[in-house]
């Protein structure tokens, strides 16, 4: 069975730019979760949902946005990007919210110049 | 939020050797798992363990949910085990909280 996907691998923006990013989580699973993950420092929740409805959200800017599909998958997106948001972004996904195991995908990395 | 803390920072062990890496965090969870993260970014998971004891192979886990601390053992060491070991922790389900975690280098 696949794994948590997610896409695209590596992405280089430029500040003020937009940035949108992809995850399809394992089948079966019907919450998904992304993270940012700065360079030194452990993931930081940036989102939680289920069922299409955000279940959770972390201590972000409004310029950053989710949403998730009938199919489950989802996608992050960043609005005006900044040099600060350059970091790997991890998208998680479980069979749903509450106490399950989270599955990791191998990430995106963003570089914003 | 829930305050997680892992130690220690950093650990150098020779290959064959055995380690013990603790997590502390601040509020009851419902959920506490352990990751080694490896050099390309992959979060692995190691163990779903929000109370108890769990082994599996060379690698063990325990929490202790009543006085909020998790501990990973490693024994006999490979290199392979290289990396950054992570404990998370929710207490809603809908928002998880990293520690800092512990890189860990093994040496041949």
């Known amino acids: 069975d696949a794994g948590v996907t997610q896409s695209p691998t590596h992405l280089i923006k430029t500040r003020g730019q937009h940035v949108t990013l992809r995850c399809s989580p394992i089948?079966?699973?019907?919450?998904v979760s992304w993270y940012q993950q700065v360079l030194g420092q452990g993931p930081q929740f940036i989102f939680q949902y289920y069922e299409k409805e955000e279940r959770g959200r972390g201590n972000f800017p409004d310029r950053f946005s989710a949403r998730q599909f009938p199919n489950y998958s989802s996608e992050l997106n960043v609005n005006a990007l900044l040099l600060g948001d350059s970091a790997l972004y991890l998208c998680?996904?479980?069979?749903?919210?509450?106490?399950?195991?989270?599955?990791f995908g191998p990430g995106t990395r963003l570089t914003v110049t | 939020g829930i305050q997680v803390e892992q130690s220690p920072p950093d650990l150098i062990l020779q290959e064959g050797a055995n380690s013990t890496l603790r997590c502390n965090f601040s509020?009851?969870?419902?959920?506490l798992q352990w990751f080694h993260q490896n050099p390309w970014g992959q979060l692995i998971n190691l163990f779903y363990?929000?109370?108890g004891t769990k082994q599996n192979g060379r690698l063990s886990a325990t929490t202790v949910a009543t006085e909020r601390y998790s501990l990973l053992y490693i024994s006999s060491s490979q290199t392979t085990d290289s990396g950054v070991y992570f404990c998370a922790v929710s207490n809603t389900g809908n928002q998880f909280y990293f520690g800092t975690g512990t890189s860990l280098t093994v040496i041949p």
């Open positions: 998680a996904s479980s069979l749903s919210g509450g106490s399950y195991e989270q599955y």
């Open positions: 089948s079966g699973h019907k919450s």
């Open positions: 363990i929000p109370s």
């Open positions: 509020d009851s969870v419902n959920n």
